[in-house]
């Protein structure tokens, strides 16, 4: 089992920035690949990025390339998001996820957080 733990979200003002992290126990970190999803209310769960495992790959959403940036600390067994002129469209839970491999499909991922809520006032 991995436990997920996001931290981070907040209200924040249209064209403003947020830093989103995620910190993982159970099992070694460095063996999943990690994702972050949204959803919106009323909304299916999207994706938003992921990073492999050793940090070399990355994978956006055209909805955030350019303005947010996922990385990650392995000997802090965390991933981070960065989240940078945020827009009102971008409210919603944000959740990280553990998988196998860096995937853009919600499905394929074993572990998932609670989530985080991030909220963009306009």
């Known amino acids: 089992q991995v436990q997920l733990i996001e931290s981070g979200g907040g209200l924040v003002q249209d064209g403003g920035s947020l830093r989103l992290s995620c910190t993982a126990s159970?099992?070694?970190?460095?063996?999943?690949?990690m994702g972050w999803f949204r959803q919106a209310p009323g909304k299916e769960r999207e994706f938003v990025t992921t990073i492999s495992r050793g940090g070399g790959t990355t994978y956006y959403a055209d909805s955030v390339k350019g303005r947010f940036t996922i990385s990650r600390d392995n000997a802090k067994n965390t991933v981070y998001l960065q989240m940078n002129m945020l827009k009102p469209e971008d409210t919603a839970v944000y959740y990280c996820a553990a998988n196998s491999v860096a995937t853009r499909i919600s499905s394929t991922y074993d572990y998932w957080g609670q989530g985080t809520q991030v909220t963009v006032s306009s």
């Open positions: 159970g099992r070694t970190f460095s063996n999943y690949a």
